[in-house]
């Protein structure tokens, strides 16, 4: 695992957005694992600009990490239209090149095998970026989920709902079950870039990166991983 701290969460961005763009001039149609939460914005921004100056995705083609479940489409919270806001629209990606969960689908059980096959069929993940939670959970894997977990319904915690209730009315609109590509689907990605920014994710950092691997810090997998990047701020770097 290759731990690179930076000053900020600007030059984070930068960093990331340099690998995909190393990515897709070497692989124009690789597939490219977005994250939601706030933490990865600066990478989407940092794309945008790049693409401004003439990076070209016109090939790449964009998957989604994970998703509520309930929210009906088009709710500006689910995670569709937070990716189709912060990433497909500002990077000119269309939804022909992007592949996500349904979280509305009447059968969600069904959904998440039908994205394991979707993203099969895409040929897998080339580069897949990753937040953490206070909890070290990664995409919607809460503690103690199973390393080898596929694609399921995951019920959430109440730290994370709590976390996140920041993007909804209140806590009570949060929705208790979502749907997750599990730490197994992840693994499968050929790059792994995890972005962790301030104070409050250090202890969950510094538990996934030096401590035991453990079904409780579902992060803590990346030890595991042949090519896995942890780009962290001097905050979120700061219990190591
Ligand atoms: C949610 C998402 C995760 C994300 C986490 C942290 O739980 N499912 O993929 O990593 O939030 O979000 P933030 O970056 O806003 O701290």
């Known amino acids: 695992m290759e731990i690179v701290i930076v000053p900020d969460a600007p030059a984070q961005g930068e960093l990331a957005a340099a690998a995909i763009a190393d990515l897709v001039a070497r692989k124009p149609d690789a597939v490219i ?11 989407y921004q940092a794309l945008q600009r790049r693409r401004e100056q003439g990076l070209s995705l016109d090939r790449a083609r964009i998957c989604q990490l994970d998703e509520y479940v309930g929210l ?3 709710h500006p919270e689910s995670y569709r239209e937070v990716v189709r806001r912060e990433v497909l629209d500002r990077l000119g990606i269309g939804d022909d090149r992007f592949m996500g969960p349904d979280g509305s689908a009447a059968d969600v059980v069904q959904a998440c095998a039908d994205y394991e096959r979707t993203l099969a069929a895409a040929g897998g993940v080339d580069l897949q970026l990753l937040g953490i939670g206070t909890d070290g959970h990664i995409g919607f894997n809460e503690p103690i989920s199973s390393f080898g977990s596929r694609t399921r319904v995951k019920t959430l915690t109440r730290q994370t709902r709590v976390d996140n209730a920041r993007f909804f009315a209140s806590l009570d609109e949060v929705p208790q ?3 997750t590509q599990g730490i197994g689907t992840i693994m499968e990605a050929r790059h792994l870039i995890l ?5 409050s994710k250090a202890e969950a950092v510094a538990l996934a990166v030096e401590g035991p691997l453990a079904a409780i ?5 990346l030890q595991l991983h042949p090519h896995a990047t942890v780009i962290l701020d001097e905050a979120a770097a700061s219990q190591l």
Do not use: F, K, Y
Not at 33 to 43: E, F, R
Not at 195 to 199: D, H, K, R, S, V
Not at 217 to 221: E, G, L, R, T
């Open 217 to 221: 810090v579902p992060a803590s997998v």
């Open 195 to 199: 972005l962790a920014t301030g104070e």
């Open 177 to 179: 079950h979502v749907l």
């Open 33 to 43: 694992g977005v994250a939601t939460g706030s933490t990865p914005l600066p990478v």
């Open 72 to 74: 009906p489409a088009g």
